[in-house]
């Protein structure tokens, strides 16, 4: 496969000629216009979905004649002048943690029966479905989201566009890999650790975990409240629409926030003018690789150059990764505890070895954790009553390679230490957004994170929208 790195073009200048590059608002300007239908467009995404996927394996299932025949009935309505909702006629994939209405939710194992009904979708992908969205199939995922690699005993490799030897990072690799290469235009991903931001960084793309709740989840997650539900996709605006199409309650999920009824893509073009943001390029405890830190300090700037006052400043945290592994392990035990044995002897052993840690932590050693995670989030909570906003980079690293479980690196030793910028914000449940800034001298992305305080997701992609106004982000196409 080609690679070469090409600007995204924009709504007002795309024309219907490179149909592969266009984003979801281009579509919908297209489909308005009668310049483009739903039909040549997905007919468009298959084909670079035949030419690409054996190389990156994005996805674990595509379903062309269903995508073909609600393309169809997509192209029926838009020419009634009657779009089902905000989404209708955009190809949309769906990470295989999600339910899905006719499709193996298989979750990247061999432990799950392809035996049994699939007759349910998950309340995004409900949202979806009932606006008209094209679904083109189930993107690749690491075992259960288990990794921060998207690598599985089921569906193997995944690997990065912009260099076939590396990971592209999970777990919602195939999602970010299916964004870059504009194999559909909206993504649904997940995010219990930095699952959304972490391939995100390593891709190019944008990826935006919402606040917790904000999007419906059902079934509950073995992770329980660090399982946030997101959007990959190449564009700000495009995850703004995906969002405001999905963030609405379902009653099967307990947790659900109530209806808002906002539309995520209508501040967009505020701006950060006198803004408070606070930059931190550490946490206060993290290791980062000296071209990584140039970029994001580079990127940083902008935001003051673009009216926001930036002030270097740290939350004042310890790291919270001792916390956090004690929801991780304990989630990976209750997972296993339902499965049968010969369901557990084909499951990763990684994972195994997670829900055995998970086995031993005390009912004591939980509740601690619980305590500390309250005050990590209080600590936030007061934090952005003096900020708006928090900068800091996606990740320490740049993509490794893969058949790795982490980097090879002295900074960081085995297990989730490599992330210590995402896994804070699945505990204080706070929207974070990865923004690509740039790339190191070896061509590999490299992501910004933003993050807002709990429930103002809006002014997150507010300000990812005015950095991407001044930087357009660069995404490989094919040559």
């Known amino acids: 496969m080609n690679l070469q790195a090409a600007a995204p073009q924009t709504s007002s200048s795309s024309t219907p000629t490179d149909v592969q590059n266009l984003n979801a608002i281009d579509l919908l300007h297209h489909y308005r216009n009668r310049s483009l239908s739903p039909v040549e467009v997905t007919q468009a995404v298959l084909r670079q979905i035949r030419l690409t996927n054996r190389s990156v394996n994005a996805f674990v299932l595509v379903d062309e004649a269903r995508a073909l025949t609600a393309a169809r009935a997509s192209e029926a309505r838009w020419q009634r002048g009657e779009p089902l909702g905000l989404v209708d006629g955009i190809p949309t994939t769906v990470k295989d943690l999600l339910l899905t209405k006719n499709w193996p939710t298989l979750r990247g194992s061999r432990a799950i029966s392809l035996q049994q009904s699939w007759q ?9 479905r009932s606006q008209g969205a094209i679904f083109l199939g189930k993107t690749t995922t690491s075992e259960f989201g288990w990794k921060g690699v998207t690598e599985s005993p089921l569906s193997g490799i995944t690997r990065n566009p912009w260099n076939l030897e590396l990971t592209p990072g999970g777990s919602s690799g195939g999602a970010a890999v299916a964004a870059a290469l504009n194999l559909g235009m909206l993504h649904i991903s997940t995010d219990g650790g930095g ?3 972490q391939p995100a960084a390593f891709t190019g793309v944008f ?9 419906a989840g059902y079934p509950s997650a073995h992770t329980g409240t660090l399982f946030h539900i997101g959007v990959i996709t190449r564009h700000v605006e495009d995850a703004a629409l995906g969002l405001t199409a999905i963030a609405h309650p379902d009653p099967r999920d307990w947790y659900a926030l109530p209806e808002s009824g906002q539309d995520y893509r209508l501040n967009l073009g505020r701006g950060v003018k006198g803004l408070r943001i606070a930059y931190s390029p550490n946490l206060g405890y993290a290791a980062v690789e000296p071209e990584v830190a140039a970029l994001v300090e580079k990127a940083v700037q902008v935001f003051a150059t673009l009216g926001a006052i930036v002030e270097p400043v740290d939350p004042g945290f310890e790291n919270p990764y001792p916390i956090f592994r004690t ?21 990763e052993d990684g994972l195994q070895a997670s829900a055995a840690a998970g086995e031993a932590v005390t009912l004591a050693e939980y509740q601690q954790a619980l305590e500390a995670r309250e005050a990590l989030g209080r600590q936030l909570s007061l934090f952005h009553q003096n900020y708006d906003l928090l ?7 740049v993509a490794f390679p893969v058949g790795q479980g982490g980097p090879q690196s002295a900074l960081y030793p085995p297990g989730l230490h490599w992330t210590p910028f995402t896994y804070p914000f699945n505990l204080t449940q706070q929207p974070a957004a990865s923004v690509p800034i740039g790339f190191t ?17 809006a002014l997150v992609l507010q300000a990812a929208k005015a950095y991407e106004t001044v930087h357009p982000f660069t995404t490989p196409t094919l040559r």
């Open 207 to 215: 990826g935006f975990k919402p606040t917790f709740g904000r999007v």
């Open 195 to 197: 699952s959304t931001r």
């Open 120 to 128: 349910e979708d998950a309340p995004a992908v409900a949202q979806l």
């Open 327 to 347: 929801f991780w392990i304990t989630g990976a035990a209750k997972l296993l505890r339902s499965f049968t044995a010969e369901q557990r002897a084909l499951v």
């Open 391 to 397: 900068l800091t980079p996606t990740l320490p690293i």
């Open 441 to 457: 001298a070896a061509g590999l992305p490299v992501g910004l994170q933003i993050v807002g305080a709990k429930y103002n997701d």
